[in-house]
T-cell receptor, first 114, second 110 residues
Framework: DGGITQSPKYLFRKEGQNVTLSCEQN?????MYWYRQDPGQGLRLIYY???????QKGDIAEGYSVSREKKESFPLTVTSAQKNPTAFYLCASSPLGQGDNEQFFGPGTRLTVL | QKEVEQNSGPLSVPEGAIASLNCTYS??????FFWYRQYSGKSPELIMFIYSNGDKEDGRFTAQLNKASQYVSLLIRDSQPSDSATYLC??????????FGKGTMLLVSP
């Protein structure tokens, strides 16, 4: 089945720890994205990548890092520099083109800082 | 600053009624607009997108776009309790990045 997978579904982190969230897609999409969602809020873009070995900061990149070594994978690291990391993290992918660049979302990872 | 504004709701409608969800946007360069549905605790799923002025229909859903007024709407006909969710409006600017509104919660009562 084609789709986007994220792991783990739930993640608990102690203050001062770095954690890495996994995102994999087998849709052969060029572009991948990471969003953060807080309760009652919309999605805010953290990082995105349109091609392997290249990525751009979104609106709230501080305290996060990413890599894009393979087309299928776009892991997100939440570093200790992120002061309020508790949130729902969503990964998405889309084909590149004009007009209908619909983004498909993975099931999400819920991160809680203890 | 690109912004997409939505009324947070909740919007309450009885089963069988038409639900009307609205969205305004600030970036005149936005080319396409997307409506996503998000159930509590789940990830967003795409309902439909629109990029031309006017109406676009898909089953019980109709998206409307008015670029002159910078206004997008989603109509849901014959609303069902299973339609109860948060609806996210998003605008596509530039090549591939979406700007999301905060979403409108819809409650459909039996």
């Amino acid at each position: 089945d084609g789709g986007i997978t994220q792991s783990p579904k739930y993640l608990f982190r102690k203050e001062g720890q770095n954690v890495t969230l996994s995102c994999e897609q087998n849709l052969n999409h060029d572009a991948m994205y990471w969003y953060r969602q807080d309760p009652g809020q919309g999605l805010r873009l953290i990082y995105y990548s349109q091609i392997v070995n290249d990525f751009q900061k979104g609106d709230i990149a501080e305290g996060y890092s990413v890599s894009r070594e393979k087309k299928e994978s776009f892991p997100l690291t939440v570093t200790s520099a992120q002061k309020n990391p508790t949130a729902f993290y969503l990964c998405a992918s889309s084909p590149l083109g004009q007009g209908d660049n619909e983004q498909f979302f993975g099931p999400g990872t819920r991160l809680t800082v203890l | 600053q690109k912004e997409v504004e939505q009324n947070s709701g909740p919007l309450s409608v009885p089963e069988g009624a038409i639900a009307s969800l609205n969205c305004t946007y600030s970036d005149r360069g936005s080319q396409s607009f997307f409506w996503y549905r998000q159930y509590s605790g789940k990830s967003p799923e795409l309902i439909m997108f629109i990029y031309s002025n006017g109406d676009k229909e898909d089953g019980r859903f109709t998206a409307q776009l008015n670029k002159a007024s910078q206004y997008v709407s989603l109509l849901i006909r014959d609303s069902q309790p299973s339609d109860s969710a948060t609806y996210l409006c998003a605008g596509l600017s530039g090549y591939s990045t979406l700007t999301f509104g905060k979403g409108t919660m819809l409650l459909v009562s039996p």
